[in-house]
Nanobody, 119 residues
Framework: QVQLVESGGGLVQPGGSLRLSCAAS????????MAWHRQVPGEQRELVAQ???????DYTDSVKGRFTISRDNAKNTVYLQMNSLKPEDTAVYYC?????????????WGQGTQVTVSS
């Protein structure tokens, strides 16, 4: 059993910053790609940023230059540093991990953390 637990969401004013964390725990043999997605009610979940095991990163265009994804492989943790936040960044942010366990390579999701950008 693998669990992904997010933390760090909350309410922030436009232009502010937040740092999201996601810790994976359980019978983990190795973590492959990890990522952050977000979803607004009534819309599809979208990929925000992803980072491979070799630390290659990719971002959706709307967050480039403002968000930074990073990971600590020793802690099985992925982070999302969000700067210059805008109201349109408001969403529930979900952590994702492609993780090896004894069951093989599978996709895992966190429960989500709310980020609200408002004055």
């Amino acid at each position: 059993q693998v669990q992904l637990v997010e933390s760090g969401g909350g309410l922030v004013q436009p232009g502010g910053s937040l740092r999201l964390s996601c810790a994976a725990s359980g019978s983990i043999l190795n973590t492959n790609t990890m990522a952050w997605h977000r979803q607004v009610p009534g819309e599809q979940r979208e990929l925000v940023a992803q980072i491979t095991s070799s630390l290659s990163t990719d971002y959706t265009d709307s967050v480039k230059g403002r968000f930074t994804i990073s990971r600590d492989n020793a802690k099985n943790t992925v982070y999302l540093q969000m700067n210059s936040l805008k109201p349109e960044d408001t969403a529930v942010y979900y952590c994702y991990g492609k993780i090896y366990t004894w069951r093989g390579l599978r996709d895992y999701w966190g429960q989500g953390t709310q980020v609200t950008v408002s004055s």
